[in-house]
């Protein structure tokens, strides 16, 4: 693909090929690994995911149902100082994302004062009318955050997506380490990495934390909804039921009795009081939503407004982190934080405000147009990779309806080794870290899921794209 | 726990339970054959796809033309077939897939490791020659299961139902080797008694892992009566009716001990144990032992089907 990886920002070497500071006891360790002996590992790695069944389903892909997503065995190394700076401002970030849904959903203060435009939010889909003037136990909107970063220089980390709906992919970030630790325990020994281990009993604690009033005061009951096996991320939806403690449960398994959403156990129907949803807020209720929906529970809304359940996250969140939206970010950090942001935002043009809509029509063998509403690196054009005739194309597209439309520039993103049968290669990058959010606060787990574009050259980290994943490290002072 | 999960954990092990029975029982086939000249072994085969209940199927695709090698593969891995070996190491590892939290990890591994050992093995043809080493496989990965189990779980209800699966499908699978062999097989009365019996009967016993154990009880001596009182009432033999009955009554009893309820379940479980208990090998041949397997059979379903009822599997 496009952007020689000599003009990007390499996480390990500088420019003179000397390792950076993050990476020097790793690397010290490296250097005494015979060659042989990692690419066994390497192999090892592979069949120690295919026996431990971590594998994610491809929609319409029937020969390949249960796909493994490639795990590198390079780690993705951050320093404490670099963390504690992303931290401050993942925090004021997701602080951010949940005043602004309490707002939009109550009195819309943004669009009053003028700092978001109404048309952004008339007709989105992803707006619910039925959760305006709700507010969800704890005030709690988004209990799970995942902000995908990408990094261009030492210092220069950008938001380039908010996952503010059922962001996936923690359960790799704990099987990374996992394991790393199972194959390379000495490594361990020699360079002191953050643990990331605690992260289902925090999740566990921090839902738990936002039990709804009909909970009261009881040790409140969490259960995980799936829509099934043949989801693709079901491995997870199980893993983390599991490590929590918690039932992991189908809609065919739910009912609403009493006022309650009770799930049919082998000793009669027991009530949720939290209930972490792996199910899009279309399907959660087919009285309210999508009729034809077997995946939810008919009539929860009721009961969630009524105060009977937790839904986490809450339906409507998905609007915070609608694309037409990101484009708005630092103003809406800066309205309900009355401070600037910490983190920056991938400059970008909002094809619907037609001065943009212009230069992005004379600038597209340069830019990457995104579909407003898309997601999984689907429906995009990435004009530097592109041909003149996939580039007319979607030209047509974009200007039979602009306003579907967002364009970045091409960034260059950093870079990390990975470990190819010719030895290191260096592949780009970005990071997805874990965001927890309860009325006791803000809870960021250290590092995050690293995916990595396993073509040379590539830009694209998608896992249903050919994407791998690495451990993330965050150093220990 | 759900009673999905418990449906899920349930049939996780029958199905487990069957493939190995059913491995058993080709294995017991293929050595009898062997020792056979054709149209012997050829009614050796035939057998063994009646005990298995799957004659139609077979008819239906081969006529009645049983030879080793269409009977292995279609017992074995024919899609034809929905009662082969594969499917059920599938379905075993669909529902620890879906059951994924209730069970431990050594125990998902085993599953997972068995269905991917077995899906290899069993992609193609399975020959005389590699035969022996694909039935060594598959019981082997079902003792894996076995002893993740024993090993890790935590002793509650989800590994009551386990358990429950196991045996109730167990007692089933003895229940019709020993009807089939016996009843339908013997080409006629008067060949109780002579050699070609005693080499069926040593066939019996070897489908089911009682040989060894019955020779040593016996000293060596092959008896119809001995052979059935052995798989019907002796409690000590592990895959005895006796034996899987006292098992699925203690653990029911200590479900309903954690449940602190007793159900329609624990009556019926304890009617059968009691019936197997009292009952005399003469009694059961005086009754009729195809007549008396018959009414044990209906009454592991209905045991099964209470089970199901009782603790919610299904809406």
Redesign the interface.
């Known amino acids: 693909m496009t952007n020689s990886s000599l003009s990007s920002y390499d996480e390990m070497l500088d420019a003179d090929g000397a390792t950076r500071p993050a990476y020097s006891g790793y690397c010290e360790w490296l250097k005494e690994q015979p060659p042989e002996l990692l690419r066994r590992k390497s192999g090892e790695a592979e069949a120690f995911f295919?026996?431990?069944?971590i594998t994610f389903n491809v929609y319409g892909n029937e020969d390949a149902e249960e796909r493994l997503i490639p795990f590198d065995m390079v780690p993705r190394i951050i320093n404490a100082a670099q963390w504690r700076r992303l931290s401050r401002g993942i925090e004021q970030r997701v602080r951010a994302l949940n005043a602004f849904l309490h707002d939009l959903y109550h009195r819309q203060e943004i669009v009053r004062s003028g700092r978001l435009p109404e048309r952004v939010l008339k007709g989105n889909t992803a707006f619910l009318p039925q959760m305006a003037g709700f507010t969800p136990p704890g005030g709690v909107y988004t209990h799970i955050v995942g902000i995908d970063l990408v990094r261009t220089g030492e210092d220069d980390f950008m938001v380039l997506e908010d996952n503010a709906r059922t962001p996936s992919g923690v359960s790799y970030m704990l099987e990374n380490r996992e394991t790393m630790m199972a194959m390379f325990p000495e490594l361990f020994t020699k360079v002191r990495v953050r643990e990331v281990s605690d992260y289902p009993r925090r999740l566990a604690r921090s839902l738990a934390a936002c039990a709804p009033p009909a909970a009261n005061g009881h040790k409140p009951v969490v259960a995980v909804l799936t829509p099934g096996?043949f989801n693709s991320a079901?491995y997870e939806h199980?893993?983390l039921?599991?490590q929590m403690g918690?039932?992991?449960?189908?809609g065919?398994?739910l009912k609403v009795e009493d006022g309650r959403v009770a799930?049919?156990?082998?000793?009669?129907w027991q009530a949720i009081d939290v209930l972490y949803r792996r199910v899009d807020d279309d399907y959660l209720d087919p009285l309210t939503f999508k009729p034809e929906s077997v995946l939810g529970v008919s009539g929860i809304m009721d009961v969630y407004r009524a105060g009977g359940i937790t839904i986490a996250n809450a339906p409507g969140t998905g609007i915070a982190d609608d694309k037409a939206i990101y484009s708005f970010m630092p103003e809406i950090v800066e309205f309900y934080t009355g401070e600037k942001p910490i983190l920056a935002n991938v400059p970008t043009w909002r094809c619907a405000e037609s001065d943009s809509l212009a230069y992005v029509m004379d600038n597209l063998e340069d830019l990457v147009v995104k579909e407003v509403h898309g997601s999984g690196g689907y429906g995009m054009l990435i004009g530097p990779t592109s041909s003149r005739k996939e580039i007319a194309m979607f030209a047509e597209k974009l200007r039979a309806n602009p306003e579907n439309y967002i364009a970045q520039p091409t960034l260059s993103l950093s870079t990390v080794p990975i470990f190819t049968k010719a030895g290191l290669a260096p592949r780009h990058v970005d990071l997805r870290p874990f965001v927890l959010v309860s009325p006791q606060g803000i809870d960021i787990t250290p590092g995050g899921l690293t995916r990595v574009a396993l073509k040379k050259g590539s830009l694209v980290v998608n896992s249903s794209q050919g994407g791998g994943t690495k451990d993330s490290w965050v150093l220990d002072d | 726990?759900?009673?999905?999960?418990?449906n899920g954990i349930f049939w996780l092990f029958r199905y487990l339970e069957r493939a190995e029975n059913t491995a058993r029982l080709v294995e017991a086939g293929f050595r009898m054959a062997l020792t056979r000249d054709a149209a012997d072994a050829s009614d050796e085969w035939r057998s063994v796809v009646v005990t298995l209940g799957l004659q139609g199927a077979y008819q239906a695709k081969f006529g009645s033309d049983y030879t080793a090698s269409t009977v292995v593969n279609f017992i074995l891995r024919d899609r034809d077939n929905p009662g082969n070996v594969l499917s059920m190491v599938e379905q075993a590892r669909?529902n620890a897939?879906?059951v994924?939290?209730g069970i431990t990890?050594e125990v998902?591994?085993a599953v997972?490791?068995s269905w991917?050992i077995l899906k290899q093995e069993l992609a193609r043809t399975v020959t005389e020659t590699r035969l022996g080493g694909v039935l060594d496989l598959i019981r082997r990965q079902s003792t894996l299961v076995r002893g993740a189990m024993e090993g890790t779980m935590l002793r509650n209800?989800i590994y009551y139902?386990a358990r429950a699966g196991s045996f109730i499908e167990r007692a089933d699978n003895t229940a019709r080797i020993l009807d089939v062999k016996y009843y339908v097989l013997l080409p006629s009365v008067s060949y109780v008694g002579s050699s070609l019996d005693n080499v069926q009967w040593d066939n019996v016993l070897r489908a089911v892992a009682g040989d060894r154990a019955y020779r040593w009880l016996n000293a060596g001596r092959m008896e119809a009566r001995g052979i059935a009182e052995f798989l019907m009432l002796d409690g000590r033999f592990p895959r005895s009716l006796a034996f899987c009955y006292a098992q699925l009554r203690d653990y029911l009893d200590r479900l309903a001990a954690e449940?602190g309820?007793r159900l329609e379940t624990h009556a019926i479980v304890a009617r059968t144990h009691e019936q197997l208990k009292s009952q005399t090998i003469e009694a059961v041949f005086e009754h009729g032992l195809h007549q008396v397997i018959g009414q044990f059979i209906a009454a592991n379903n209905h045991l099964a089907q209470q089970i199901q009822r009782d603790?919610?599997f299904t809406?």
């Open positions: 295919r026996k431990t069944g096996t079901y199980a893993f039921a599991d918690a039932e992991l449960v189908e065919s398994d799930m049919r156990t082998t000793r009669g | 726990m759900l009673g999905r999960s418990a669909h897939r879906m994924r939290t990890r998902w591994e997972n490791e991917m209800d139902f449940y309820d603790y919610r809406e």
